[in-house]
């Protein structure tokens, strides 16, 4: 049950949402996004995560209803976090083009890097998967929440012992749309 499994679980930027059959409808406010580049001066650090604290190695998953009319760049998927400037995050995206994608994003020091595995076809419920492991992190997605293909692998260095985990959405179009938050398990 999702309700149970997010006993501890705290916002960050909390969106409009309802409990709706042991799931959650989540509404993003349009605008928001997690993407950040010093370079640029782009700092976009108010989309919704829904997360709990870890000081140690864990495994994490979360399911999400795919709705097929959210707009091009908006996400809903699983998000680890030192601050606004060292984090992940792993979820499917639509393109401009109306294909769809798997997003792997990294951002160390302020500067995030983008993946994108392009999908063929898509299921109307996508898991994600965060792990750590000794101070490296692996990004990865099942179309049928059994079978996990890797995306990314990689570390991000900081001096910080804790990391939040767990679910995000953001909307940067200016389009309405909301998701289903069907599981998160630890």
């Known amino acids: 049950m999702l309700i149970e ?20 409808e989540i509404t993003p406010s349009c605008k928001t996004d997690f993407w950040q580049d010093v370079n640029h001066n782009v700092s976009r650090d108010n989309g919704h995560f829904f997360f709990v604290r870890y000081l140690r190695d864990f495994i994490l998953t979360a399911k999400w209803q795919i709705n097929p ?18 984090w992940c995050k792993i979820s499917l995206v639509r393109n401009a083009d109306q294909s769809w994608a798997v997003a792997a994003t990294v951002c160390r020091q302020g500067i995030s890097d983008l993946s994108l595995v392009p999908l063929a076809l898509i299921s109307d419920q996508m898991s994600y998967r965060l792990e750590s492991y000794q101070g490296s992190f692996c990004l990865s997605y099942s179309l049928n929440g059994k079978d996990y293909i890797r995306v990314r692998l990689f570390q991000i260095p900081t001096s910080y012992a804790e990391i939040k985990a767990g679910a995000y959405i953001c909307n940067p179009s200016e389009e309405q749309f909301s998701s289903m938050l069907l599981e998160v398990s630890r």
């Open 5 to 24: 499994a997010i006993r501890d679980f705290e916002w960050l930027n909390e969106p409009d949402f309802c409990l709706v059959n042991d799931a959650f």
């Open 69 to 86: 009319e959210q707009p091009c760049g908006a996400q809903c998927g699983l998000m680890g976090r030192f601050d606004e400037r060292n």
